[in-house]
Nanobody, 116 residues
Framework: QVQLVESGGGLVQPGGSLRLSCAAS????????MGWYRQAPGKQRELVAT???????SLADSVKGRLTISRDNAENTVYLQMNSLKPEDTAVYYC??????????WGKGTLVTVSS
């Protein structure tokens, strides 16, 4: 069973930065498509960013220019660098991995709170 463990969440002031990490217990990590999702209180979970096994990325329009997704296949880790954070970025952030067979795995999430 693949495990994904997110870390790096916390409380940050508006305009601040955080870097989230998602570590995978999977030696074939480089073959996985990875993504970050978030769920704000009272709202549905939404896609934030994805990165393919080959490294191509996509970002939701609401975070373009502020958030960046990257991966380190040697460390089996995907990152979400978040800059210029806004109160509306407050959410639980989840990591998702999709293996070459299309099976999805989810982490348990890490809470990001943007508040002064």
């Amino acid at each position: 069973q693949v495990q994904l463990v997110e870390s790096g969440g916390g409380l940050v002031q508006p305009g601040g930065s955080l870097r989230l990490s998602c570590a995978a217990s999977e030696s074939r990590f480089s073959l996985y498509a990875m993504g970050w999702y978030r769920q704000a209180p009272g709202k549905q979970r939404e896609l934030v960013a994805t990165i393919a096994s080959g490294g191509s990325t996509s970002l939701a329009d609401s975070v373009k220019g502020r958030l960046t997704i990257s991966r380190d296949n040697a460390e089996n880790t995907v990152y979400l660098q978040m800059n210029s954070l806004k109160p509306e970025d407050t959410a639980v952030y989840y990591c998702k991995g999709v293996d070459p067979n299309g099976i999805e795995y989810w982490g348990k999430g890490t809470l990001v709170t943007v508040s002064s």
